[in-house]
Each structure stands twice: as C-alpha cells, then as structure tokens.
C-alpha cells in the first residue's frame, strides 16, 4: 500500500516577496484562498486523497499563522498511523545555519524524517493549485524502474520561461534539463506533449516542483553526493539527470503555480466560473481544512452572480459579481463587488465593540454601506468605510501604501487596514 511506503514533505516555502502585501505576516502556505482554505490544505488534501497520511510540513518564515491552522486541523485517529508534523527550521551544531533553499530545508529535515519507515519520499512544494492523485505517479515511478520522477505540465511558450523545461525520450526518461530558458533558446526545447497538448500550443515540459524519490538516493544526495547543493530544481536535479534514472510524469490536469499577486487574484476568480479548472465540489477530490463551527451566510437584498460567499457572511450589498467572499465577511447596504476576493474576517464585532469605534470614527469590520470596489483583494480583518471607492486595473501604477498596494493593476488592501469614509482609488 502506497501509504506504507511513502511519507510526504511539503516545503512551506521563502519569504514569499512576490506575494507581498499577503505574505507580510504570514507565510505563502497561509494564505487564505477560496474564501475558507489555506493554500497548504491543497497538498496535504492531495495527500490524504491519493492515501498518503504521513506528512511533514517545513516552516521557517512567518510561520505562527501556518503553525496554529495546521496544529488545529489535522489530527488523525488514534487508531491511525498518519500524522501532519511541522518541521521548524532549527539552529544546531551541526546546521547551525537557517534553509538556505528547498534541498537545504529538507537535508536539514532529514534526521527526523528518517525515524520513519518509508522507501519512497513524495516532496511537494506548499503554493499550488491543483488536484493530483499521486498514486498514478507513484505506480509511474514503480512502473519505469525510476530513481526520481518528476511531475511535469506542458506549457505554452509564454509561460515556458518562469520554469525549469525539461526533454525526455520515448520511455518518458528525462534527458536534458534547463532552468529558466530565455525565448531565444525555446526552439531546442520542445517536445511531443501529445495531440490534445500541442493543438492547445503547449509543447513544452515544465517541471511543476513535484518530486518522488527513492529513499536511499534522496540521503545519498543530500548527505553526500550533492552536499552543499541547496536548491532541488536548480542543482539536484539537473545533475541528477546524467547520474540516475529520473523519468517524467506527465500531467494534464489543472495546476497553477501561486507565484505573484496576478496568479493568486486570477486563482481565485476562476473559481467562480460556472465550470471551474479547479473543482471545490468533487467528492473524490475534497479540499480538507479547519472545521469552523460557523452560522450558514445570510444575505438580504442582493443581486448575485458567480460568486463564491463563505460560511458566516452577513452581506446587504447592492451587487456582487465574479467575486469570492471569505468566512465572517460584512458588506453593507447599496455596496457593489465586481471581480474581488474579500477575505473576511478572523472574528465577529459585537453591538457595543462597533458602538464604541464609531464613536471615535473607526468604521466597522468589514465593507461599508455604498462602496464600489472593483478588481480588488481584501486582506482579513479590513475595515473600509461607506461611500468607499476602489477600482484597480491597469491605468495604476504599483505601488506600495501604508494601507494597500497595487500590482499589476490589483488593488491590495492590507490586512487589517482602516479605510475611512469617502475614500477613493481610482
């Protein structure tokens, strides 16, 4: 049984700058996404579907928040041998120095990784989407006598240099490796993806950062062969590649890399289409995460159109279009969401808290009566006032405010931040 033989470990990743402002106080596995879910629930519920209950989650920047949802939520039976423990990046005589990348955080690992019984190691990274059952991998790995496989995804030409573009011959064995290629060097990098891939234009390899290994050539790596290597995609893997037998699972199913503030916002809407690339409501594919012992939403006077609201809202908006709203979220009267993610709120107000701040001018959690927030995301725990109006899109330059920022034209509304009356960003 593939749950007796593989431990899974899920880098909790950097400093997550590119996702900045969401990552200022969190790390990138924490971020909410979907209006209920942390982005770390998508691996370890990929886990859990494919049989894989035995986990460990590498921390080390902002990690309180990741910590806490992870202590809070997974916790096996008794009678069961899974567990999900985080492994905090730690200062000792012999590693006296923090992960320094993704093979450093796992070498670093290794001495409590190994008191388990396991032949293979399933590494996965903890800022993606998507919905694999990695027992078709791990039977692929089996199947071709491999030392290390690699998930791969065709891509198309645009998106081909933000990864590592790999060829593979016949027997789906990996032959060549570059990180990163530059446009000029794409036309010697193609590959046969197969009809339905290369009608769509996606005729090139790119690892997705998903690795099984062999037990023993994982410590040999690490611990010996490659040392003082402390990135896996930009020095394990290509020397590998001339060393070992690294085969390529291909993939073909949805999968986005939550790299920047674009891809998260675009993540996240897309949800809310009518036929979703990633699919919340598949019984055989579910997203696990906190149970929350929340009131159902309840809404009044709104008109709503592909959106996604979360358990615990109290909306009277006017509209609310192509949106997703997260748990405890408020909206008030007259108010119109078009294309935003609200995040929501950690915890409600009551009558006497939102009395007292608005006797000192301190709007109430959440969005105010009359707002117009347009291409938006919404930190938790945001207070914006009434006749508040936000637009992003292309016509702003980024920047970086003490209440938002702005990235490729989306607004960011830093979590808890205090937007009074009246405002406007246009």
């Not at 596995?29 to 629930?41: F, H, S, T």
């Not at 979220?329 to 950690?346: E, H």
Request: proline share 4%; hydrophobic share 40%; glycine share 8%.
């Amino acid at each position: 049984m593939i749950s007796k033989k593989v431990v899974a470990v899920i880098l909790g990743g950097g400093a997550g700058t590119r996702l900045f402002p969401l990552t200022a106080t969190r790390s990138k596995p924490a971020v909410p996404i979907a209006g209920k879910y942390r982005l770390v629930d998508i691996p370890i519920s990929n886990c859990i579907n494919s049989s894989i209950n035995r986990m460990f989650v590498l921390t080390q920047y902002n990690s309180a928040s990741l910590n806490k949802h992870i202590k809070n939520t997974y916790q096996f039976s008794g009678f069961s041998s899974g567990f999900v423990d985080i492994l905090a990046a730690e200062q000792t005589p012999d590693s006296p120095g923090w992960f320094q990348g993704t093979a450093d955080a796992v070498r670093q690992s290794l001495k409590h990784i190994e008191k388990n019984d396991f032949e293979y190691v399933l590494i996965l990274s903890g800022d993606q989407l998507y919905q694999m059952d990695f027992a078709d991998m791990f039977n692929h790995h089996q199947q071709a006598g491999a030392d290390i496989t690699i998930a791969t995804i065709p891509v198309g030409e645009r998106e081909a240099p933000e990864f590592g573009i790999l060829k593979s011959n016949p027997e789906q064995l990996i032959t060549s490796f570059i990180e990163k290629p530059s446009k000029d060097l794409l036309p010697q990098w193609t590959s046969d993806t197969g009809s339905t891939m290369a009608q769509q234009g996606r005729n090139y390899l790119a690892s997705m950062g998903i690795y099984i290994f062999n037990r023993k050539v994982l410590f040999d790596l690490l611990e010996t062969e490659k040392r003082n290597a402390t990135d896996f995609g930009k020095e394990i893997i290509p020397d590998s590649i001339n060393h070992y037998k690294v085969s390529s699972f291909q993939y073909e199913g949805y999968w986005t890399d939550i790299g920047n503030i674009y891809s998260f916002f675009e993540a996240n809407l897309s949800l809310t289409l009518d036929i979703p690339p990633f699919n919340l409501f598949d019984n055989d594919k579910m997203v696990y995460s906190r149970a929350r012992m929340l009131p159902p939403a309840k809404i009044s006077g709104s008109t709503i159109d592909q959106t996604i609201i979360a358990e615990g809202s109290i909306i009277h908006a006017a509209h609310i279009s192509n949106s997703v709203i997260g748990i405890r979220s408020r909206i008030g009267q007259g108010s119109n969401i078009t294309s935003c993610y609200i995040m929501g709120n950690d915890f409600y107000e009551t009558i006497d808290e939102i009395a007292a701040n608005q006797s000192k001018g301190i709007p109430k959690i959440g969005i105010g009566d009359h707002c117009s927030l347009k291409n938006v995301i919404a930190d938790k725990d945001c207070r914006i006032g009434n006749h508040v109006v936000i637009e992003g899109g292309s016509h702003l330059a980024d920047t970086d405010h003490p209440l938002y920022a702005i990235k490729d034209g989306i607004v960011v509304v830093k979590k808890g931040a205090v937007i009074n009356d009246g405002f406007e960003l246009r």
